[in-house]
C-alpha cells in the first residue's frame, strides 16, 4: 500500500518499475496463478477496471508482492485507474474554429457519468451541461443561509506531439510512481481528484452545510470562451454570489524559490494579464536578385531584438510577489532571511536575483515572449510580409496601455505595425488578510494534507478561467496541490507531464478536506479524516 502512493511522490522516494510488459503466463507465475492473482486484486472485476483491461493488468503486475504493493486498497486503485481513464480520452483543444474534438468531449461527459454514479445520481446534486461540452454542478447544502462557494477545472488539454514523450502522451501509463500523460497535472487532476473527494463523501452520507459549485470548462486551453464564460453566466442568470472560488494556477514549489529551506504552497491571489501583438512589416516584393537596402524580415528581426534585449522595467514590491516573500521570510537560509526580512534595503539587488531565471523573472515583470515569426514566399522573391506574435503576461502594477506605450517606444520604427489580437488587464488582488475566510480555508486544506510545508499568498503567472467569474465574487484563488521541483515546470504544455501516485492521492485528499473545511465555521474541524480514505 504505502509504495504505490510514495513512490515518486514529492520526488522524495523512487518506486520501481511496475511496467513488465512481459508475457502473460510470465505474469501469472509468480503470482501462484490466474485465480490467486485476482484474489488478491480484490477480484477480477475490480483488477480489470482498476487496471484498465486484462491484457494491461498481466503486463503492468510484475508478482504478487508488487501487485498488492502497487494496487495499494482498491479504492486508490480505482481512483487511479479513472485518473488513467480520463487522460485517455484525448479532449484536446486547438487554435481556430471547429478545432474542438467533439466526440472526445461527449465521451469525456460520459465517462465522468460512468465513474462517479454517487455524485450524478445524488439528491443532492444537480447537473447542467453548458455550451454542450462544460459541466456544472450544483451540491445543495443543509443551510440556504449560507454563501456558496465553488471549485473549477478544465477537461480540455493542450495538444500533445508523440514526440520528446517517454510514453505515448494520451497512454494514461504508469511508469515508476508516475500516472504519465498529457492532463495529469493540467487539468485533470484536479477535475478528477474533485470528483472522488465528493464521490466519497456522498457515499458516507457527508450533507454539505453550504451549497457549492463544480466549473469544468471544455475550452479553457482557448480562452475559456464558451466554457466557463457560459458557466459564469447560468450562475449570473441564477442571482448567485459566491464566497470564493478555487480554480488551477498555481502550485507546491520544492526547491524552485532560490534560499527557501521547505517546500512552499503558494496560492494565486492574483493573476497577471495578457496582451497578444501582432507585428507587422510590408516591403516591396519583386526579384531577388535586385533587393532594397532591407528587408520586411531584417526591419521585423532588428524590433523583436530590441524587444528582447529591452524587458520592460521591474515591478518588485508593487504586486502580491512582496507579500510571498514577507510570508516566507522565516522559512529562507541564513543570508536570505536576512534580505527577505529587510526588502525595504535588499529590495533592488533581491530583484536582480530574481530576475536572472525565467520562473522568477516571471514573478518581478511584465514578460515579453515572442512566440510566432512568419515570412516570405519563396527563395528567390524578396519577401513581402513578414509577421510575428508578441505575447505579454502583464505584472499586476501595469497595464494593456502601458505595454503598449511602452512597446512603441522600444521599437521606434513606425514601419512596424502593430496589432493588439487580444488583451487582458491583470486581474485584481483577492483578499487574504485574516477576514478572508476563503483564503483560509483553502490555507487550512493545505497544512491539514501536507503539514511538513508552508502556504503562502501568491501570484498567478498564468492565465486561467478565473477571469469570467469576477462577477460572482472578488475572491478568486488559484491552487492544485501538484509538488514541483524545478525541473518539473518545463512539463506543463511540454513533454512528459506526470503525476505522482502519491501525489495524486494527497490531491483527493486536499479537496475532500476543503469541502469539510469549507462548511466550518471558527474553528474549522472535520468530521471525516484522511485517514479513513
Ligand atoms: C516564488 C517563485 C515562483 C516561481 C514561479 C514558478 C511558477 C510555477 C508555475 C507552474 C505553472 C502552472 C501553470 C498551471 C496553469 C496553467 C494555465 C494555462 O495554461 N493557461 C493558459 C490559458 C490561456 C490563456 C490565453 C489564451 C489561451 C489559453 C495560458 O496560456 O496562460
Ligand atoms: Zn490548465
Ligand atoms: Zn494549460
Known amino acids: 500500500r504505502a509504495l504505490l502512493w510514495e513512490a515518486g511522490g514529492g520526488g522524495r522516494a523512487a518506486g520501481g518499475d511496475i511496467r513488465l510488459g512481459s508475457a502473460p503466463r510470465l505474469a501469472l507465475e509468480p503470482l501462484g496463478g490466474k485465480r490467486e492473482a485476482l484474489e488478491a486484486l480484490g477480484g477480477k472485476r475490480e483488477a480489470l477496471e482498476a487496471l484498465g483491461g486484462k491484457r494491461e493488468a498481466l503486463e503492468a503486475l510484475g508478482g504478487k508482492r508488487e501487485a498488492l504493493e502497487a494496487l495499494g486498497g482498491k479504492r486508490e486503485a480505482r481512483a487511479c485507474a479513472r485518473l488513467r481513464a480520463a487522460v485517455r480520452v484525448p479532449t484536446v483543444s486547438r487554435e481556430g474554429p471547429g478545432a474542438a474534438d467533439e466526440v472526445a468531449l461527449l ?145 507546491i514549489l520544492d526547491g524552485v524559490v532560490p534560499g527557501l529551506q521547505i517546500p512552499v504552497a503558494v496560492v494565486g491571489v492574483s493573476e497577471k494579464g495578457s496582451l497578444m501583438l501582432r507585428l507587422r512589416v510590408r516591403t516591396e516584393t519583386g526579384h531577388s536578385s535586385m533587393p532594397a537596402k532591407e528587408s520586411c524580415i531584417g526591419i521585423l528581426s532588428a524590433a523583436i531584438t530590441r524587444l528582447e534585449s529591452n524587458p520592460l522595467p521591474q515591478q518588485f514590491g508593487s504586486g502580491p510577489e512582496r507579500a510571498l516573500f514577507e510570508y516566507l521570510s522565516p522559512q529562507f537560509n541564513f543570508p536570505m532571511r536576512v534580505v527577505t526580512s529587510n526588502l525595504w534595503l535588499f529590495g533592488p539587488i533581491f530583484s536582480w536575483v530574481l530576475g536572472q531565471k525565467p520562473t522568477t523573472n516571471a514573478l518581478i515583470r511584465t514578460t515579453t515572449a515572442v512566440t510566432e515569426f512568419h515570412a516570405g514566399v519563396k527563395p528567390n522573391v524578396v519577401a513581402p510580409l513578414a509577421e510575428a506574435t508578441v505575447n505579454y503576461r502583464i505584472h499586476p502594477a501595469q497595464s494593456v496601455s502601458e505595454v503598449l506605450r511602452l512597446t512603441e517606444e522600444i521599437i521606434a520604427d513606425d ?40 502556504s503562502a499568498p501568491g501570484l498567478c503567472i498564468a492565465n486561467t478561467d478565473t477571469r469570467h467569474y469576477q462577477k460572482l465574487t472578488s475572491a478568486l484563488y488559484r491552487f492544485t496541490p501538484v509538488w514541483n521541483k524545478l525541473e518539473d515546470i518545463p512539463r506543463y504544455h511540454g513533454v512528459n507531464e506526470r503525476i505522482s501516485l502519491q501525489n495524486y492521492k494527497q490531491t483527493i485528499h486536499f479537496y475532500f478536506n476543503l469541502m469539510q473545511n469549507a462548511d466550518q465555521e471558527e474553528p474549522l474541524i472535520k468530521h471525516f479524516h484522511t485517514e479513513d480514505l
Not at 424 to 452: H, N, R, V
Open 415 to 454: 514601419r512596424v505595425e502593430l496589432e493588439v489580437l487580444s488583451s487582458m488587464e491583470p486581474l485584481p488582488i483577492s483578499p487574504f488578510d485574516e477576514s478572508a475566510t476563503g483564503y483560509w480555508t483553502i490555507s487550512k486544506s493545505i497544512t491539514d494534507t501536507f503539514p511538513d510545508i508552508v
Open 107 to 251: 465521451r469525456f461527459g460520459r465517462l465522468l457519468r460512468e465513474e462517479f454514479p454517487a455524485v450524478f445520481e445524488s439528491e443532492l446534486v444537480t447537473h447542467d451541461l453548458v455550451a454542450n461540452f462544460s459541466h456544472l454542478l450544483t451540491v445543495r447544502g443543509a443551510d440556504g443561509g449560507r454563501t456558496p462557494y465553488m471549485l473549477t477545472a478544465h477537461l480540455d488539454v493542450v495538444p500533445a506531439p508523440d514526440y520528446g514523450w517517454d510514453v505515448p502522451p494520451f497512454s494514461g501509463e504508469i511508469h515508476q510512481g508516475y500516472i504519465y500523460g498529457r492532463g495529469t497535472i493540467d487539468d485533470k487532476h484536479s477535475l478528477m481528484a474533485i470528483l472522488e473527494a465528493l464521490e466519497l463523501l456522498l457515499q458516507r452520507g457527508f450533507v454539505p452545510q453550504r451549497t457549492f459549485y463544480i466549473g469544468i470548462g471544455h475550452d479553457e486551453e482557448i480562452g475559456g470562451d464558451k466554457g466557463a464564460r457560459n458557466i459564469a453566466k447560468v450562475l449570473e442568470s441564477r442571482g448567485v454570489k459566491l464566497d470564493f472560488l478555487l480554480d488551477e494556477g498555481m502550485v
